[in-house]
């Protein structure tokens, strides 16, 4: 890169980092020489900005209570108004809360704000709860929303007469419930009695033949009496 009045910048950078020759530096030399108002002076450095001690950050601020504790103050405003909605206030947080916002009447429109936003509970039974429940096999009368459980108890044999007969009033008058059943009927599988083939292979027959004949046994028992006998006898003369 050729060395003039637009490209000195880049020398001048190049030389802080370190990556001119020996040959460039004395070029970049005389020409600042021949060129006094370009010469920064002796900076070594890029220029720098001193790191300062920075905006002061309450991290304490960020530890917020459910519901809140102590006094209320324009930070935790709003938890204190969520807290009186909800009842979780004490009479001395009521009580304080009150006189806070008598003293800042600026803020007693937010306040009737967040109160018109709360959303009371309310119990809204469900209409239909007891058909939610499901036995099986289905009890009562048939209906769409069991339509399955009563085609397979039909399939199974498990309903009454009345129950099949409202079965087959229901899926009479719909061709979607006709199809619904052709095809519950078509997946079932019928039980197939299943016969080894091969069955007398398995019984044995013969004479079964012990290992040790009558006399022996009886020998045996004698033995192991006559034994016992004269081991009490010998620990009875000790």
Not at 82 to 91: N, W, Y
């Amino acid at each position: 890169m050729k060395l003039d009045r637009t490209t000195y910048e880049a020398w001048l950078l190049d030389r802080i980092e370190g990556r001119l020759t020996p040959d460039q530096e004395r070029e970049l030399a005389a020409f600042l020489l021949a060129n006094p108002d370009l010469d920064p002076g002796d900076q070594d450095e890029l220029p720098r900005v001193d790191a300062g001690p920075g905006p002061a950050f309450d991290k304490e601020f960020l530890k917020q209570d459910l519901p809140p504790t102590g006094a209320p103050d324009l930070r935790n405003l709003d938890l204190f108004l969520v807290a009186r909605m909800e009842g979780d206030l004490s009479a001395q947080q009521e009580a304080a809360l009150t006189a806070f916002l008598m003293e800042r009447p600026e803020l007693d429109l937010e306040a009737r704000r967040m109160a018109a936003a709360h959303v009371p509970a309310d119990h809204l039974p469900y209409p239909s709860e007891v058909d939610l429940r499901r036995t099986i096999p289905p009890v009562g009368m048939p209906d769409r929303h069991r339509l399955t459980d009563f085609l397979i108890a039909a399939e199974e044999g498990d309903l009454t007469a009345e129950q099949q007969a409202g079965l087959n009033a229901l899926v009479a008058g719909d061709a979607s419930l006709r199809r619904e059943r052709a095809l519950v009927h078509a997946v079932r599988i019928h039980p197939e009695a299943m016969v080894f083939p091969d069955k007398d292979s398995l019984r044995k027959g013969g004479r079964v033949v012990p290992l040790w004949s009558r006399t022996v046994v009886r020998w045996s028992v004698a033995a192991s009496i006559a034994l016992l006998l004269g081991l009490g006898w010998t620990l009875l003369q000790q």
